[in-house]
């Protein structure tokens, strides 16, 4: 059975920084492209980040990029998005998200696919 279950969420004052953490389990975490998705409230789920199934390569949504940085961690099944220098707009639940890397073209996943973690609540605010 495919788990994901975030962590590391919280009130964070503008400026401030959090690591959010989703440990896996259930499934070959290694045979994955594993996403950071965040949805503010009355918005849309975005992607923010993806990493390869070797941490070899990421990618950012371009308003993330140089703020944030997504990690992984094999050997304990973890994957980790760094928020630095967080704003306002940044407060959402934020979703990890495991995709199997044969749905995928190199970092790029049909947007639906895979197993979502239960999401860890951001607030930025003073």
């Known amino acids: 059975q495919v788990q994901l279950v975030e962590s590391g969420g919280g009130l964070v004052q503008p400026g401030g920084s959090l690591r959010l953490s989703c440990a896996a389990s259930g499934f070959t975490f290694s045979r994955s492209v594993m996403r950071w998705y965040r949805q503010a409230p009355g918005k849309e789920r975005e992607l923010v980040a993806a990493?390869?199934?070797?941490?070899?390569?990421?990618n950012y949504a371009d308003s993330m990029k140089g703020r944030f940085t997504i990690s992984i961690n094999n050997a304990k099944n973890t994957v980790y998005l760094q928020l630095n220098s967080l704003k306002p707009e940044d407060t959402a639940v934020y979703y990890c998200?495991?995709?199997?890397?044969?749905?995928?073209?190199?970092?790029?996943?049909?947007?639906?696919?895979?197993?979502w973690g239960q999401g860890t609540q951001v607030t930025v605010s003073s």
């Open positions: 998200n495991a995709v199997a890397y044969y749905y995928c073209s190199g970092l790029v996943c049909p947007p639906t696919t895979g197993s």
């Open positions: 990493i390869s199934r070797d941490g070899g390569s990421t």
